[in-house]
C-alpha cells in the first residue's frame, strides 16, 4: 500500500476514534508506522508516562460484537444460535458487507489484508516446519467444513443484508469466495480479536442467589485501537482492564519516552504464536514446546510385547483416576520453575511413565498408594522415555546442526526462516531431554551398583563378625 493511502487511513481511523462516545485517548501516545520492523502499525509514547495511567479508553459500545452490530437486530435468533467464534465471524462479513455505510469502517479500513498465520500457508511451507505438532492444529479442513455448512447458507438465506458480497456469491465459485472471506474475518479475530468478560445478568442467578457457573466459551470482540499495541513477551508495558462501562488501556510500569508500547499474550510457544499471529519473536523461545502424543507412546510400549493390550489399559485408566493421562504431553525447555521437578515435564507425566513401565507386582501395589509413582523415575521410565524422545526426532528430517547452519544464510528469511526456528527449538529441546535421561539413568544405575556393593560388604563383614564371636 503506498504510504499516503497508508497514512491516509491511518489519520481517519483516529479521527473516527475520538469522535466515538466516551472514547479517551492519552496526548502522550500515537500511532506509529512500524512497518520497516515488520511491525505494521504501533503505538509509542510521545512523553514519559507513569505505572498505572491510563492511556486510552473504549467505552462498550464502540467494540465491534454481535450486541453492537445491526445484524443483531435482523437476524438475532440466528446469531445468538452459533458460538461465540462464529457468530463474530458472520458479524465482521456483515460490517465489511457495508463498506463506508458501516460505522466501523474507518477501524476496518485499517486492518490487515495480508497473513502469514499458518491457515495461509503453502503445502510446502507448512513441510518446513516437519516433525512439529502445530501443524496439526491448524484446522483449515474443519473450518472449511463449518464455515460452509454454518455460515455460508445464513449469508445465501439473508442475502439482502449482505450487499456485494451476495452478489459476488453468485459467481461461478462462490464457496471459494465465501471461505477466502470467512477466513480472512478468522484470521482478523484470531489475531486481534478480545475475549470479553461476561456481563452478568438476572437469569444467571439460581435459586440461591449464587451465579451459575457457565463453561461456555466468553464473547469475542474486535476492541479498535486496543489491537493496534504490538506484543512482546519480556517488554510488555501495558494492559487491557475490564470495566463496568469501559475497557481501559493502562501502563502496568514507567514507560519512556520514544518507547512502544507492547501487550502480551501470555506463555505462548513460538510455533503457536506464529499459528495464531503469523510471526515469532525470540522473547517467546522459553516457552517452545514438542508435544509426545499418547498413542503413539502406548504404541511403542505395545511393540515391547511385555504388556497386554489388558495390561496396558489398566495403567491408562489408573492414570487417569489419578488425573495424570493426557491426550498428548508436552517438552518443555529446562526453566528451574521449581514446579518443573523433572526436567523440562510436568511431573504428571513422569508419574504416567512409572505407572507405564512398572511390573505387574508393583503396579498392584502401586494402585491404591498414588505416592509411590510420585518419586523420581526409575531405570524402566526413563528407558520408555528415551525411546520415546528418539522416535520423536526421527520425525524430523534435518539436524539441529543443519538447522543451525541454515539460518546463517541471510537470504533465507520470511516464513522458510521462521518454519527453522520453530523446528529447531523443538529439536533443542528433544536433544536436551535426551541428554538428561541417559545422565539420570547413568546415575541411578550408578547408585544400584554401589548399593549392591554395600549391601555386599555389609553381608560380608557380618559373616566375619559371626565366625569371631564362634
Known amino acids: 500500500m503506498p504510504d499516503a493511502e497508508y497514512q491516509r487511513r491511518t489519520a481517519a481511523f483516529i479521527q473516527w476514534f475520538k469522535q466515538q462516545p466516551s472514547t ?78 458501516s460505522r466501523w469502517w474507518p477501524y476496518l479500513e485499517i486492518l490487515p489484508t495480508k497473513f502469514d498465520t499458518l491457515m495461509y500457508w503453502t503445502r510446502s511451507e507448512l513441510a518446513e516446519l516437519q516433525g512439529s505438532a502445530v501443524v496439526t492444529k491448524i484446522g483449515r479442513e474443519e473450518a472449511d467444513k463449518v464455515f460452509v455448512e454454518t455460515l455460508l447458507p445464513l449469508v445465501i438465506k439473508h442475502g439482502g443484508l449482505f450487499g456485494e458480497f451476495a452478489v459476488q456469491l453468485r459467481t461461478a465459485d462462490p464457496q471459494g469466495f465465501f471461505l477466502g472471506l470467512a477466513h480472512r474475518m478468522a484470521t482478523l479475530i484470531m489475531a486481534y480479536g478480545f475475549d470479553l468478560e461476561k456481563v452478568n445478568r438476572p437469569e444467571d442467578v439460581d435459586e440461591d ?28 508495558n501495558a494492559r487491557l482492564f475490564y ?130 509413582a510420585e518419586s523420581s523415575m526409575d531405570l524402566a521410565a526413563l528407558s520408555l522415555l528415551h525411546e520415546v524422545v528418539r522416535k520423536r526426532q526421527q520425525e524430523y528430517s534435518s539436524t539441529i546442526a543443519e538447522d543451525v547452519k541454515l539460518l546463517q544464510d541471510k537470504m533465507i528469511q520470511g516464513r522458510q526462516r521462521m518454519a527453522i526456528e520453530i523446528r529447531l527449538g523443538e529439536k533443542e529441546i528433544l536433544a536436551a531431554t535426551l541428554q538428561y535421561t541417559e545422565q539420570r539413568a547413568e546415575c541411578l544405575s550408578f547408585e544400584s551398583t554401589t548399593s549392591s556393593h554395600a549391601k555386599e560388604e555389609l553381608n560380608s563383614n557380618r559373616h566375619i563378625s559371626k565366625r569371631r564371636k564362634i
Not at 457457573?213 to 493496534?228: F, I, N, Y
Open 24 to 101: 479517551a485517548i492519552n496526548p502522550k501516545i500515537e500511532i506509529a508506522d512500524l512497518r520497516t520492523r515488520g511491525a505494521g502499525r504501533g503505538i509509542i509514547a510521545l512523553e514519559d508516562i507513569d505505572e498505572s495511567e491510563e492511556l486510552f479508553s473504549v467505552p462498550h459500545s464502540t467494540v465491534l460484537n454481535t450486541c453492537n452490530s445491526e445484524l443483531h437486530h435482523y437476524i438475532p435468533e440466528e446469531l445468538a444460535s452459533l458460538d461465540p467464534w462464529l457468530s463474530l465471524v458472520l458479524v465482521m462479513i456483515y460490517e465489511f458487507s457495508q463498506g463506508q455505510a
Open 209 to 236: 442467589g449464587f451465579l451459575s457457573d457457565d463453561e461456555d466459551e466468553p464473547p469475542k470482540g474486535m476492541v479498535p485501537l486496543a489491537d493496534l499495541l504490538n506484543a512482546e513477551a519480556e517488554r510488555n
Open 243 to 372: 470495566g463496568e462501562q469501559r475497557l481501559i488501556m493502562s501502563a502496568v510500569k514507567q514507560i519512556s519516552k520514544g518507547d512502544e508500547i507492547l501487550n502480551e499474550f501470555g506463555p505462548l510457544p513460538r510455533s503457536d504464536l506464529l499459528r495464531r499471529y503469523g510471526y515469532i519473536t525470540d522473547s517467546y523461545k522459553k516457552w517452545d514446546v514438542v508435544e509426545l502424543d499418547s498413542n503413539k507412546i502406548l504404541g511403542i510400549i505395545s511393540s515391547k510385547g511385555e504388556l497386554g493390550a489388558l495390561e496396558i489399559g489398566d495403567r491408562v485408566e489408573l492414570a487417569q483416576q489419578w488425573e495424570v493421562w493426557e491426550e498428548s504431553f508436552d517438552l518443555t525447555r529446562q526453566t528451574g520453575d521449581e514446579n518443573q521437578s523433572h526436567h523440562g515435564f510436568d511431573p504428571a507425566f513422569a508419574i504416567t511413565l512409572k505407572v507405564l513401565t512398572i511390573n505387574e507386582a508393583g503396579f498392584k501395589e502401586m494402585e491404591g498408594k498414588r505416592n509411590a
